[in-house]
């Protein structure tokens, strides 16, 4: 879909506020942190299903709407000659989407979806309740394939270990194909989850804006979350993102909190279908239903 950048302005008074109560680690967008009138941000044309066992392992619809605002900000980067730096791709672990009504899995309550209509801001902090912001990263073709083969790793794997929050939903400008062959290699890590021992073969095919493939050498601005490319206490890559970790990959910090990025796009106008699967992922041999 043709997508309209929005410049970088004030963040929302409320947002800032909202902010100031959030704890270490996640917001408990509830009880703890109570919204007396809730505030409509927008409104969607489709009802979108949340299901944990839906969105770690599919394309969907929830996950495209969310990479699309990532991709449709104006972050106002620029490099050191003045360059304007604008993300092409946009990524989320899936593990950052939650079904749960308080923060993350402590909550006792979960939804299935989000239903077409109005949606509020208690409806985005339940969705996204991780103190996110968005990181550009600027790497290669072959490093990004490396990031995406850690997202597709467990396909395949029985039960809910192919569930994991690392796999990853996806956008583009222009748009996005990524075909996937799960009778293929999957990218594998050290014990420790520090190094990258086997980098993967799954992703056959990267095709960007409709006929382009994805370049080993070119350079790609890459719209992340801060946790994707962040480490824990210890230095170890958060969910097994190693490869964002590569030797020559830059990172441009834009402070800008992922759920005032959704508040934009969602006060924008959209087509009546949107958001929908477009066949952003494609799969061979995965053993994945995506389907009800």
Not at 32 to 55: A, M, T
Not at 57 to 71: H, S, W
Not at 88 to 99: E, S, W
Not at 107 to 118: D, F
Request: charged share 20%; glycine share 12%; hydrophobic share 40%.
């Amino acid at each position: 879909m043709n997508k309209r950048r929005f410049q970088v302005g004030q963040v929302n008074p409320r947002l800032l506020l909202l902010l100031l109560c959030w704890g270490p680690g996640c917001a408990v967008y509830n009880d703890s942190c109570p919204v007396g009138d809730p505030e409509v941000w927008g409104r969607i044309n489709v009802e979108l299903d949340i299901r944990e066992q839906f969105v770690r392992q599919c394309e969907a619809p929830v996950g495209n709407f969310i990479t699309d605002a990532m991709l449709g900000y104006d972050y106002g980067l620029q490099d050191q000659n003045g360059e304007s730096i604008i993300p092409r791709v946009a990524l989320i672990n899936a593990g950052a989407i939650r079904d749960a009504v308080s923060c993350g899995a402590a909550g006792e309550e979960s939804r299935r979806s989000i239903p077409r209509g109005p949606v509020t801001d208690q409806d985005v902090f339940q969705l996204l309740p991780f103190q996110n912001t968005i990181v550009v990263a600027s790497m290669t073709g072959a490093q990004l394939k490396d990031v995406l083969e850690w997202g597709v790793s467990n396909l395949n794997l029985p039960g809910e270990a192919r569930q994991e929050g690392h796999f990853l939903q996806v956008a583009g400008e222009g748009g996005i194909r990524i075909d996937v062959d799960c009778s293929r290699s999957p990218q594998t890590l050290d014990s420790e989850r520090r190094t990258i021992v086997d980098h993967g073969s799954r992703i056959v095919a990267v095709t960007l804006a409709g006929s382009l493939p994805l370049e080993p050498a070119g350079v790609y601005h890459v719209a992340v979350l801060e946790f994707m490319v962040g480490t824990g206490d210890l230095g170890v890559p958060n969910d097994g993102f190693v490869a964002f970790h590569q030797p020559g990959i830059s990172l441009h910090d834009t402070h800008v909190p992922l759920t005032e990025v959704v508040r934009v796009w969602l006060g924008q106008s959209h087509p009546g279908d949107y958001p929908a699967v477009e066949g952003r992922l494609v799969y061979q041999q995965c053993g994945v239903t995506c389907g009800d």
